[in-house]
């Protein structure tokens, strides 16, 4: 069964850091282009940044740039966004998905995670 799982997820205070990380089963990431997305209550879903099937290129939302940074590691079959200076407005539940498109529209994604929480309070 293909499945996406994230992980890494709490509650943090404002200026603290997180990582986030995307482990697959049922198959290999080494095809896809994988997104990390984020749902806040009562927003709709928003690409926070992607980055190709090799890791050469990524693309990230103007409201992480500089703070958040997305790596894979195909040999662990994983990708991580590290979140830095973490702010209030950053909560939400994020969502790693894979597909072959290099968007961070979410629609053309194939394969979603069930999310984790990321909460920043202090």
């Known amino acids: 069964q293909l499945q996406l799982v994230e992980s890494g997820g709490g509650l943090v205070q404002p200026g603290g850091s997180l990582r986030l990380s995307c482990a697959a089963s049922?198959?290999?990431?080494?095809?896809?282009?994988i997104g990390w997305f984020r749902q806040a209550p009562g927003k709709e879903r928003e690409g926070v940044s992607c980055v190709s099937n090799s890791g050469g290129i990524t693309n990230y939302a103007d409201s992480v740039k500089g703070r958040f940074t997305i790596s894979r590691d195909n040999a662990k079959n994983t990708v991580y966004l590290q979140m830095n200076s973490l702010k209030p407005e950053d909560t939400a539940i994020y969502y790693c998905?894979?597909?072959?498109?290099?968007?961070?529209?979410?629609?053309?994604?194939?394969?979603w995670g069930q999310g984790t929480q990321v909460t920043v309070s202090s």
């Open positions: 049922g198959f290999t990431l080494d095809y896809y282009v």
């Open positions: 998905a894979a597909g072959f498109r290099m968007t961070m529209s979410p629609r053309p994604y194939d394969y």
